[in-house]
């Protein structure tokens, strides 16, 4: 699956198979920016749809956990607009690499604090449903189908990103210089991130998925905290971003 996954995506050597560089022997570092700018605007808009269909998943299902994963890609889409950001500033050569490294870590306190309050606000809603008895899901296929296609979502755009991360070769095997390496690695931490965030995502679908599986099999009103339980355990993923995001700032930082 992965393999034929990966020969579907439009993607060869780091580039999208339209981006001219793709069929040359000699890479060039700013079309290298120019398709992970392309790569990030793809799953950006396909971020917002995604999210926008688990939000409404979980309003006509009541499941907190499905509402706990659309959060998360929330935070998904903005690392990919940070992406966005990024790369084209590198492309159009108007700020070096440091320099967008710190803006980098700027939205990334700003993506930190949003995801302290994201999760903050889910675990109140899960302690106050949890106070009031088993929650209520309905419509369980619904809530199937929806993470189903938010878990494809996180596969397709883990893989776009790991094609994209490729490594850009000279056509005489030459190793890059110094200077050029530094950049190079500075470009691929923001797409590492990315990778991460959504490698992330995907495991927090997976369990979505295999709540609702539980909710379609079983009526038993006592299962039904496992949907808390569940919305519990993304807050954690929550959390433990934001704690990494901010100790990282903070150890830069001094």
């Given at each position: ?27 060039l570092a700013a079309d290298?920016?120019?398709?992970k700018a392309q790569g ?106 929806v993470t189903l296609i ?105």
């Amino acid at each position: 699956m992965k393999v034929r996954l990966q020969s579907i995506l439009p993607v060869r050597q780091g580039h999208f198979l339209w981006c001219p560089a793709a069929y040359q022997s000699q890479t060039l570092a700013a079309d290298c920016f120019k398709c992970k700018a392309q790569g990030y605007l793809i799953a950006f808009v396909l971020g917002i749809g995604i999210a926008g269909l688990e939000f409404w998943g979980s309003h006509i299902t009541h499941s907190l956990s499905l509402l706990s994963d659309a959060w998360h890609v929330v935070f998904d889409v903005l690392g990919y607009g940070i992406g966005i950001v990024a790369m084209h500033r590198m492309y159009g050569m108007r700020e070096d690499a440091s320099r967008v490294a710190v803006e980098r870590k700027r939205f990334e306190g700003w993506m930190a604090f949003f995801l302290l309050v994201a999760a903050t606000v889910i675990l109140m809603e899960a302690l106050q449903r949890a106070f009031y008895g088993a929650p209520e899901i309905v419509e369980t296929f619904r809530m199937l189908v929806v993470t189903l296609i938010g878990l494809l979502f996180n596969v397709v755009t883990y893989f776009l990103f790991k094609n994209l991360a490729i490594q850009h070769e000279h056509g005489d095997g030459e190793a890059c210089s110094h200077a050029h390496q530094h950049t190079h690695e500075r470009r691929d931490d923001i797409l590492r991130a990315n990778m991460l965030h959504t490698l992330l995502d995907a495991f927090a679908s997976v369990l979505v998925v295999a709540l609702s599986v539980v909710f379609m099999i079983t009526s038993d009103k006592r299962f039904r905290y496992l949907d808390l339980l569940g919305a519990i355990v993304i807050c954690g993923f929550l959390f433990h971003q934001a704690y990494k995001m901010l100790a990282k700032r903070y150890r830069h930082s001094t």
